[in-house]
């Protein structure tokens, strides 16, 4: 049976709890051939009019990572019994990722998603046929065109069986889950939100480098950076953290602090060569946008790209998101994505790149999970 067949009918997302019916409503929009159907917490399918493939991915910005669906099973030996349809010959990377039951940093103490997956994961490892017609990879990080099967977990409940083909904008991590470590010092969880940005977007940031963030207070965001060497302006009437005032990241990397309001803020308050734009704040993403614009018109030439969290007034807002993509293309960006990130709660992650960060990201090396901030 092709991989094709395999598929048939169904593809399935995961996404942030209480994300279901909005994602929903972003795929109604995209494809009315499309039906939902089995449902949880964090996880949504679709009975499709069309043929599923590796390629099938569900079209929506909430939707953090999507394949064809293959079905449930029962246990690590119906995975294999389902993974038995798909292609022969090669091998197949095994990615194996809980779904959310909790919003971010609503989990209880304690709480490891990586705990259960990583059970479920030995236990098909362990069931799956030595001598079978594919193999399974030692490692869960695919190269370009690898074969990915998707097995969703959740405790006391059936897994859920996909797959995919790994390509250049899927993610290489298990569900779509970016591998943040948050030092305990940081001062909130911009810090970790940025980091997974930054390696979901692979945005090209690089040590030496200059960025003004616009809400900065108390200093997560900053703190990110500032360990990447790059050099801060931060703008926000709050305090800052001491964690970040007193720090000196590496090539001598600080924060200039302006405690001002970011539409306070004058341009030539700023340095005249400035490379990366970070909001954070908690303000209309319109709003928000206008104050972006400001900050991206006088150093088009050096400017490389905009690294923005942008909050949602609830979740029917994800009907703007297109428009506001265009507002993003229209402050001079050559490239940009949207999604939401598993640290996001009613809010999405948004990159730019100019031509110029489009030209640095093509020598860029890739993280791999393996930059400042980020679990190997």
């Known amino acids: 049976m092709t991989a094709e067949r395999a598929g048939e009918g169904f593809a399935f997302a995961v996404c942030q709890v209480g994300a279901e019916a909005a994602l929903k409503a972003e795929v109604a929009a995209a494809r009315r051939g499309w039906k939902a159907a089995f449902q949880r917490p964090g996880l949504v399918t679709f009975k499709v009019d ?10 929506a910005v909430l939707a953090r990572h999507s394949g064809a669906g293959l079905g449930p099973a029962a246990d690590a030996r119906g995975v ?3 993974a038995a349809s798909l292609p022969t010959g090669g ?9 959310d039951r909790y919003r971010p940093g609503e989990e209880p103490d304690g709480y490891d998603h990586r705990a259960a997956a990583a059970e479920v994961e030995r236990a098909v490892r362990a ?13 869960t990080e695919p190269a370009l065109g690898q074969r990915v099967l998707d097995v969703v977990v959740a405790p006391g409940e059936p897994h859920f069986v996909g797959f995919h083909v790994h390509a250049l904008d899927r993610p290489r991590w298990p569900g779509g889950r970016v591998p943040v470590d948050v030092p305990p010092e940081a001062p909130s969880r911009a810090y970790g939100k940025l980091e997974e940005g930054m390696g979901w977007s692979g945005a ?3 040590a030496g480098d200059v960025a003004v963030e616009l809400g900065s207070a108390p200093g997560g965001a900053t703190y990110a950076l500032l360990r990447r060497g790059v050099h801060v302006h931060g703008v926000d009437p709050g305090e800052m953290s001491p964690v970040v005032t ?5 090539g001598g990397a600080r924060l200039v602090h302006h405690r001002v309001r970011m ?3 004058q341009r030539t308050a700023l340095p005249e060569v400035l490379h990366w734009v970070v909001l954070d704040v908690n303000a209309a993403p319109q709003v928000a946008l206008t104050s972006v614009a400001r900050f991206c018109a006088a150093p088009r030439g050096a400017l490389l790209g905009v690294l923005l969290t942008l909050k949602l007034d609830d979740w029917k807002a994800v009907r703007h998101l297109p428009r506001l993509a265009d507002r993003i293309r229209k402050l001079g960006m050559e490239h940009v994505a949207v999604t939401q ?3 996001n709660r009613t809010e999405v992650f948004a990159y730019g790149l100019t031509a110029a960060g489009l030209a640095r990201k093509r020598g860029f090396p890739s993280t791999g999970g393996r930059a400042t901030g980020f679990r190997r």
């Open 263 to 265: 539409g306070d803020l």
């Open 127 to 139: 069931a799956w046929p030595a001598t079978g017609p594919a193999a399974l990879a030692p490692t």
């Open 341 to 343: 990130l598993a640290g």
């Open 91 to 99: 091998e197949w990377v095994l990615h194996v990722f809980a779904r």
């Open 80 to 82: 294999v019994e389902r």
């Open 50 to 59: 069309e043929r599923v493939d590796g390629d099938t991915r569900v079209p």
């Open 246 to 250: 007193g720090y000196v990241g590496p």
């Open 204 to 206: 090209p940031v690089r």
